[in-house]
Structure formats: structure tokens, C-alpha cells
């Protein structure tokens, strides 16, 4: 599973790593220590705290701007599948996206919950892929 640095874990929320160390603090949200010593937060985790910010309407520690170019970075939170599509919802900031696709690419992206993905919106579909940075590739090798 993911392990997310505070930074990386506010950065996907739209929050800001102090307010991100502040619901640790008040045991909001559950970090852990990472291989490098820092606190981190676990993708599931993660994503349990990302559904507990979309049904807390007015939340102040919220951002209050979209991401540019209909790209919406966030957490997996939820992935349901049958034998041919799957729902696939992500926690972006404050925005709750989610997405019907098949098996077979949701299976390729390895989307599940904790996982970091972008959403591009256009006006007619929303598509997921996986963000995949250098250490997520190292991460993902040990699969």
C-alpha cells in the first residue's frame, strides 16, 4: 500500500501540510513513520480522511480555487467493480469524482483506494490515470 509524505498527502487533498499536521494532532487523521524517519500517511488512511473532508460542507481549512486545465490530482477512495466496469471515485480537494470504466483498465492503472490519480474533466466524460512519479514507480515495482 501507499505511504504518503505529509506534503504529498496536502498536496492531494488541496490542503496545506500544516493543516494536514494539525488533524494528526488532533487525531483527525493516523500518520505513520515512513523508512526515512518522517511521519507519513498511509494511502488507505488517506483515503478514509479525503470521504471524511467531502461530507464536512463549509469546512474553513478547505481550498476555495480548482486546480487549472480540468485536472483534478486526489486519492482513490473507493472502487467498485463487477465483471466488466468498475466505479471509480477519487477525493480531490474538496470534489468528489468518480468514474465508470472497464475492468481491464482499472486493473492496468492499478487504481484501489489510496492510490494517488489524476481526473481530467471534460464536459461530457471524466477520465482517471495514475500519477505516477519516480518513487511510485519504484514503489509499484515491489508488486
Not at 505511504?3 to 487523521?29: D, P
Not at 500517511?41 to 471524511?52: H, K, M, P, Y
Request: proline share 7%; glycine share 6%; charged share 20%.
Amino acid at each position: 500500500m501507499s505511504v504518503f509524505s505529509i506534503e504529498e498527502a496536502a498536496w492531494l487533498l488541496g490542503i496545506s501540510h500544516a493543516t494536514i499536521r494539525h488533524c494528526a494532532k488532533v487525531g483527525q487523521l493516523a500518520t505513520t513513520t515512513m523508512a526515512s524517519g518522517q511521519r507519513g500517511v498511509d494511502g488507505a488512511e488517506l483515503a478514509r480522511f479525503a470521504t471524511s473532508l467531502n461530507s464536512a460542507p463549509g469546512n474553513p481549512d478547505l481550498p476555495s480555487h480548482a486546480p487549472t486545465c480540468n485536472q483534478f490530482p486526489g486519492v482513490v477512495t473507493r472502487v467498485v467493480r463487477d465483471q466488466v466496469m468498475a466505479e471509480v471515485e477519487i477525493q480531490a480537494g474538496p470534489h468528489r469524482i468518480v468514474s465508470l470504466m472497464p475492468v481491464k483498465v482499472v486493473d492496468t492503472l492499478k487504481l484501489r483506494p489510496g492510490s494517488h490519480a489524476i481526473a481530467s474533466v471534460a464536459p461530457t466524460r471524466v477520465i482517471l490515470r495514475p500519477n505516477l512519479t519516480d518513487a511510485d514507480a519504484r514503489r509499484d515495482e515491489q508488486y
